[in-house]
């Protein structure tokens, strides 16, 4: 009964809140959407009033490896199909977002891939033959043939070596870029991600953080319209995943991500930003997959091949490109030229899979090492077993295979 009197004194005592206290309650659903900078149109034209203008030489290096990508995407899926490689996973349609970004970039950036970025890599200088030695994980490969196919990382080039798990890189990056600040470095973390990587709980933890500690950290959220095979209506239902970021107190951009111009101007002024600010950004391209998620999806499954097409060759970022540099006169366009750059890309990518498919694979002792500074007791005993193992049975096992043998 006195709980209860005490109780009712203050449901009383809420009653009785002077006038001035109460608030009238006035819900907000939908936020004006974020429009999208564009430079050039579909047909290379250009739209944006203001814009820097990227040096031809630089446009034109672009445009080649755009198109080295292309043609090395497409043999590296059929080398998949014909059971050279396991697995794979092409850029069809988003080459603008990866080579445009890392051209925009400085190389002491660090950059947090997500597994879509091999036009990030061969811009930094990552060749042909090491992408090819790290898809069939042979002793040539950098990461020693412990990761999947398209897996690729390069310490020398400032790219932390993709992960399989989705998001993992996000909050990382989030803690590079805060070292960058607090150190006061000139340089920065940028991080891809999808949009169905936006659901994930690691991203808005790397959000919050970045925001708050003030990261030096560019969040790259790639828009290709599926998560794997769940179209963006099913999810999410705001303003694309540009919006989340204000909410965040961050600052945002949403980016035609097919126009190359956009991209690499985007990126750039977010740069710039970032640096001046001491502040995290954020940037969603729009654009599309027009390859399959990967060799394991068939992707006309859940979309139209009608829709493919209609993105392929209404807004390819490479069309658009190369329409806006004949225009602007910043090209001489020539069959003979551009198909060279192709047969010589293919040479390589045929010469690069003979030669990675006849070396060994990676030590047997790379099971055991780079995992601490220091080979500990506990795995130094583990590799010892093995050894003894292998000794006694090894005509059940293929030793010859492994660089070293025993």
């Known amino acids: 009964m006195k709980h209860f009197m005490r109780f009712s004194k203050i449901s009383k005592a809420f009653k009785e809140v002077p006038s001035q206290y109460v608030y009238q309650i006035n819900p907000i659903k939908n936020f004006e959407a974020i429009k999208q900078f564009r430079v050039i149109d579909l047909e290379g034209n250009l739209v944006a009033k203001e814009y820097n203008n990227i040096p031809k030489e630089i446009l034109n290096q672009i445009f080649d490896l755009m198109i080295s990508i292309e043609e090395m995407d497409n043999l590296l899926y059929m080398s998949q199909r014909q059971g050279k490689i396991s697995f794979y996973m092409t850029s069809f349609g988003e080459t603008a977002t990866t ?16 597994y ?60 590079a870029g805060y070292g960058f600040r607090v150190n006061g470095e000139n340089k920065i973390a940028a991080t891809w991600f999808g949009e169905g990587a936006a659901s994930e709980g690691d991203f808005h933890s790397a959000m919050n953080f970045a925001q708050t500690l003030k990261c030096q950290t560019l969040f790259l959220c790639r828009n290709n319209h599926y998560a794997i095979s769940t179209p963006t209506d099913d999810q999410f239902r705001g303003d694309t995943i540009a919006g989340k970021a204000p909410a965040y107190g961050m600052r945002t951009l949403k980016i035609d991500g097919n126009d190359l111009l956009a991209v690499y101007n985007g990126v750039k002024y977010a740069r710039e930003e970032i640096i001046k600010n001491k502040e995290p950004f954020f940037i969603e391209f729009i654009t599309y997959r027009i390859g399959d998620h990967s060799t394991s999806d068939h992707s006309v499954l859940y979309r139209s091949q009608e829709e493919i097409d209609s993105w392929k060759s209404g807004n390819n970022p490479i069309n658009r490109l190369g329409l806006f540099l004949k225009k602007q006169g910043l090209r001489q366009f020539n069959d003979d030229h551009d198909n060279q750059i192709r047969k010589d890309v293919r040479n390589r990518v045929i010469a690069a899979l003979k030669h990675g498919s006849e070396q060994q694979s990676p030590s047997i002792q790379d099971l055991f090492t780079d995992v601490y500074d220091e080979v500990l007791p506990h795995l130094q005993e583990q590799y010892t077993e093995l050894r003894e193992h292998l000794t006694k049975y090894k005509d059940q096992y293929p030793i010859n295979k492994f660089k070293g043998g025993l």
């Open 99 to 114: 080579v445009g970004t890392t051209a925009a970039l400085q190389p002491q950036d660090f950059i947090f891939p997500q």
């Open 116 to 175: 879509r970025e091999q036009g990030s890599f061969m811009w930094r200088g990552f060749t042909i033959e090491q992408i090819v030695n790290q898809c069939i994980g042979n002793h040539l490969d950098g990461g020693k043939g412990r990761q999947m196919p398209v897996h690729y990382g390069s310490k020398d080039l400032n790219i932390v070596t993709v992960s399989s798990p989705l998001t993992t890189q996000v909050p990382q990056a989030s803690g």
